[in-house]
């Protein structure tokens, strides 16, 4: 396995706490694998665990590549339903998601990798996974892009003010090296300059008041006429309220033409909604991916099988994006970090309009604020604009290499 030089300076770390601050592309989860690996093998009958912020992006994240990298000779077994790996030597290597941080409760470990910690509850190392370490011992590494400067800043600070056993590092995407210099000007070019910052310059962007900053009524505001074409639907379910936009798309402009929202409502009377509006147009529906499972009308029928048994096209991720990533993801739209703006409203989508001006972050925090009720709609769409647009753009990294 071979790691870049930055990869290898935070490899060879000897503090026993290493918190690791970098930007898109940086290799991030090729370096935890590593760790991982080093963890498992260096003794008998380990507990070595990755944590991501939810079950499905531990899966989707790193099971592959440790499938790939650890030589078979070494597993004596693999099981992709519980995510573990057993090693010849005993030890278990086992992908978490930390969604109910007390569900991590119970198992000294002797090393554990906390991938996009910031977007983890604080309380999953400071109540749960740090307790699990004493008996051992054990280490621990902390990756991720910033969000603000929450919980995940406050670790890092404490390597970078020289506090005893911890060690931090920063790094930007460029210096990663793994995306050329002429692809980061572009996204430069194409997303708005604190998400840039944030995503590609590891930067902790300090988060304060309006969540949507790159809105504004005079430019983004316009009296859309013409509205033919398919109609992007992106959707938030709540019974209070079921908020729908809907947009058309040209090239790569978006224009949200009108919206929809039904107080204590359900999916079937979305539906029902929507046809009478539209009738035979064409239409994708971009909803909440937890309509997977989710269930707002009876008969046991999830949210998504509902749309689809209607007739509509339906494009909905596995799992979730990660919440700043679709805040990303539409502020980009809104303004790009050129001055360009490829997303517009229409005047007629009061609600809209309004939870885009007025949906703050709560006070402090990297948090959107949900009192207000100005959530829905933005989350509609959100799911919309990330799908379409999503600000993490994929980019040819080196194939994993067997560990030896």
């Known amino acids: 396995m071979q790691l870049t030089k930055p990869q290898s300076e935070i490899f060879l770390s000897e503090a026993r706490f ?19 690996l080093r963890a498992a093998v260096g003794g008998h009958n380990r507990n070595v665990w990755y944590c991501a912020p939810t079950y499905g992006a531990a899966k989707e994240i790193c099971w592959n590549m ?8 070494y597993i004596a077994k693999t099981n992709e339903t519980s995510l573990t790996i057993k090693l010849i030597n005993g030890s278990y290597i086992a992908l978490k998601g930390a969604e109910k941080p007390n569900n991590l409760r119970g198992r000294a470990l002797d090393h554990v990798v906390l991938d996009e910690f910031a977007d983890m509850r604080p309380e999953t190392w400071y109540e749960v996974l740090r307790a699990s370490l004493s008996d051992r011992n054990g280490t621990a590494l902390f990756i991720g892009t910033p969000k603000g400067r929450n919980h995940f800043y406050d670790l890092w600070a404490k390597g970078k003010d020289g506090a005893a056993n911890w060690e931090s590092f920063q790094y930007t995407t460029l210096e990663g090296g793994n995306v050329p210099a002429e692809e980061i000007e572009a996204a430069r070019a194409d997303l708005d300059e604190r998400t840039f910052n944030q995503e590609y310059c590891a930067q902790f962007v300090t988060y304060a008041g309006l969540i949507y900053y790159g809105f504004s009524r005079e430019d983004s505001v316009l009296a859309i006429g013409d509205d033919s074409g398919t109609l992007h639907i992106g959707m938030d379910f709540n019974l209070d309220p079921m908020s729908a936009v809907i947009c058309i798309r040209k090239g790569e402009k978006l224009y949200a033409v009108d919206e929809i929202v039904m107080y204590g409502s359900n999916t079937d009377e979305m539906v029902a909604e929507i046809k009478d509006r539209y009738g035979n147009r064409n239409i994708i529906i971009y909803p909440d991916p937890a309509s997977r499972q989710r269930k707002t009308s009876a008969g046991g029928r999830t949210d998504l099988s509902i749309l689809q048994n209607a007739g509509f096209s339906v494009k909905a991720k596995n799992s979730h994006a990660l919440v700043r990533d679709r805040i990303n993801a539409v502020n980009s739209r809104l303004l790009s970090g050129d001055g360009e703006r490829h997303l517009f409203v229409s005047s007629k989508c009061k609600q809209t309009i309004k939870s885009l001006e007025r949906q703050t972050y709560k006070e402090g925090t990297s948090v959107p604020n949900k009192d207000d009720g100005f959530d829905h709609m933005n989350d509609a769409l959100g799911y919309l604009v990330e799908y379409l647009f999503p600000v993490r753009t994929e980019y040819a990294t080196p194939q994993p290499t067997r560990w030896t």
């Open 18 to 36: 290493v918190s690791v601050v970098a930007g898109r592309r940086f290799g991030k989860t090729f370096l935890a694998t590593a760790a991982l």
């Open 66 to 73: 440790l499938i790939h990298t650890i030589p078979p000779e």
